[in-house]
């Protein structure tokens, strides 16, 4: 069953709105969850991780929560920029694996539009 | 700085065809990955090499074959391909810790077409 769930296909906005993506995860309970970008015809890159006990995490325009009760990671872009345009992946492992293997959502496409 | 590198970029094939997939990191990550990328079904595992000489099944496995060559290199094989098979194919690398706290890199995918 799938493990990690981004419900939004697709988020358009304008440029300087805030994107607001969602995460949520179902029958496990991951010590952290990552936060990738995929540009067209590109490899994901990985952006952020975030830990079980942090509520949130910031680099630059970038904020990440993490909610164990809800199980939803939520994922902000401020101010954006049509250069944030991209599918943006959510990820996760087992609790205690130390295979290094992810759970991976299917994406979320942003466009933002000038 | 290369990262992870695979080649082809490119490939079509007829069904039936064998081919293999090439993979090689220079960050000195003992885990390795092979993933498929479809549309609407997101990045899903297909095999996977927790350390060197090592190598275990990922949720879509069947069809395929793997070789960890050594810590640089893991190869992905399709003995006969099948129009199911036409996929982006991505291959990641990583230090594994408990818990997965470490991110994985990717390559830039290799996209192959099964006629």
């Not at chain 1, 990690?4 to 440029?15: D, K, T, V």
């Not at chain 1, 599918?87 to 466009?111: H, K």
């Amino acid at each position: 069953s799938q493990k990690i769930e981004q419900n939004s296909e697709a988020l358009n906005i304008q440029e300087g709105k805030t994107a607001t993506l969602t995460c949520n995860y179902t029958n496990y309970s991951p010590a952290y969850l990552q936060w990738y970008r995929q540009d067209p015809g590109r490899g994901p890159v990985f952006l952020l991780l975030i830990r079980e006990n942090e509520k949130e995490k910031r680099k630059e325009r970038l904020k990440v929560t993490f909610d164990t009760t809800l199980k939803q990671s939520l994922f902000h872009i401020t101010a954006s920029q049509p250069a944030d345009s991209a599918t943006y992946l959510c990820a996760a492992a087992d609790r205690g694996s130390t295979l290094g293997r992810l759970y991976f959502g299917r994406g979320t496409q942003l466009t933002v539009w000038p | 700085n290369a990262g992870v590198t695979q080649t082809p970029k490119f490939q079509v094939l007829k069904t039936g065809q064998s081919m293999t997939l090439q993979c090689a990191q220079d960050m000195n990550h003992n885990s390795m990955y092979w993933y498929r990328q479809d549309p609407g079904m997101g990045l899903r595992l297909i095999y996977y090499s927790a350390s060197e000489g090592t190598t275990d099944k990922g949720e879509v496995p069947n069809g395929y074959n793997v070789s960890r060559l050594n810590k640089r290199e893991f190869s992905l094989r399709l003995e006969s391909a099948a129009p199911s098979q036409t996929s982006v194919y991505f291959c990641a690398s990583s230090e594994p810790t408990p818990g997965g706290n470490q991110p994985q890199h990717f390559g830039d995918g290799t996209r192959l077409s099964i006629l």
